[in-house]
């Protein structure tokens, strides 16, 4: 059973506009949170995490914010860049493995 | 230049061959992982260790076997029992094989089984 859910397959922003891309998870014992970018025929890079004890976290263009009570995760990108496009994964763990969600492939359009 | 290699970035086995995925690191990291992509899924766990000498099956352990003997590497061998290998694999390590520790991840091999 599917821990960790991305229901948009896909999005397409402009160039410059704000990117955000959604997450939900069930299982309530997952204290750690993740956002990974990957290219095709690539392995995924970390972008940013967040710890379950937090509801913001920032690092650059990139935000992520968790909402606990509503098991739900997003990530902003602002601005938006042709090369932010790739497929962005949501990660959980309550632990040592991490459970992935299926995907979002961003696309920003100039 | 610290990071993670996986070699081949391609593989091609006949069916009913076991073969081996290689992957190193050089990052001093204690925890390792592999990880399996199929066409639009997530990364679905196989095996990871937490330390040398040890691992633990993940949710799709079957028809796969690993080894730990350094801490460096963690070859994946994917055997004939596995009933559907073709997939696109991915190794990762972790500084420790506790929470709150980010997984850096491995270019991939590509495995198809004509």
């Known amino acids: 059973d599917q821990q960790v859910k991305q229901n948009s397959p896909s999005l397409s922003v402009q160039e410059g506009r704000i990117s955000i891309l959604n997450c939900d998870y069930t299982n309530s014992m997952f204290d750690y ?8 025929a690539e392995g995924p890079t970390f972008l940013i995490s967040i710890s379950s004890i937090k509801d913001k976290n920032e690092d650059g263009r990139f935000t992520v914010f968790l909402n606990k009570s509503a098991k739900h995760l997003s990530l902003h990108i602002v601005p938006s860049q042709p090369g932010d496009s790739a497929v962005y994964f ?17 696309l920003v359009t100039p | 230049d610290g990071g993670i290699t996986q070699s081949p970035k391609y593989l091609f086995r006949k ?3 076991n073969v081996t995925l ?5 990052l001093n990291h204690d925890a390792m992982y592999w990880y399996r992509q199929d066409p639009g899924q997530g990364l679905r766990l196989i ?3 937490q330390i040398v000498n040890d691992f633990q099956k993940g949710d799709i352990a079957e028809g796969y076997s690993v080894s730990r003997e350094k801490k460096e590497s963690f070859p994946l061998t994917v055997t004939s029992a596995q009933k559907n290998p073709t997939a696109f694999y991915l190794c990762a390590s972790s500084m420790s094989g506790g929470t709150h520790n980010e997984q850096f991840f491995g270019p991939g091999t590509r495995l198809t089984v004509l």
């Open chain 1, 33 to 40: 949170f993740l956002w990974y970018k990957k290219y095709p």
């Open chain 1, 90 to 106: 949501c990660a959980a763990t309550s632990g040592y493995a991490l459970n992935f969600g299926k995907g979002t492939s961003l």
């Open chain 2, 15 to 17: 069916e009913g061959q």
């Open chain 2, 22 to 26: 290689s992957c190193e690191q050089n």
């Open chain 2, 47 to 49: 095996y990871y260790s």
